[in-house]
């Protein structure tokens, strides 16, 4: 059973940077595809990024293209997303989810492993 613990949220102003981890333990972690999902009281669970197994293939939300970066460290079983220019609609819940390999991981129905979740709050 592979279990997803997140780090590194917190409160930051509006422009600024956060980078959030995801270290996973109890499976082979290259074996997964990861992604970042964030969700805000009243709201769907969304997509954020996602990244394949070693790397070579990186998508995210149109909301965040240009802003997030998604990356991982196979060596360390983590997977980490930089957030910069942030804006006050980025505050959420954010989550690391996961899936076996081919999966994708742009839809909720299609994880199979999800973090506890990181509160990441940005002020105006």
């Known amino acids: 059973q592979v279990q997803l613990v997140e780090s590194g949220g917190g409160l930051v102003p509006a422009g600024g940077s956060l980078s959030l981890s995801c270290a996973a333990s109890?499976?082979?972690?290259?074996?997964?595809?990861m992604g970042w999902f964030r969700q805000v009281p009243g709201k769907e669970r969304e997509f954020v990024a996602r990244?394949?197994?070693?790397?070579?293939?990186?998508g995210y939300a149109d909301s965040v293209k240009g802003r997030f970066t998604i990356s991982r460290d196979n060596a360390k079983n983590t997977v980490y997303l930089q957030m910069n220019s942030l804006k006050p609609e980025d505050t959420a819940v954010y989550y690391c989810?996961?899936?076996?390999?081919?999966?994708?991981?742009?839809?909720?129905?299609?994880?199979?492993?999800w973090g506890q979740g990181t509160q990441v709050t940005i002020s105006s």
């Open positions: 989810a996961a899936t076996i390999a081919p999966g994708s991981v742009e839809a909720k129905d299609d994880i199979r492993y």
């Open positions: 109890g499976g082979t972690f290259s074996r997964l595809t």
């Open positions: 990244i394949s197994r070693f790397g070579a293939t990186k």
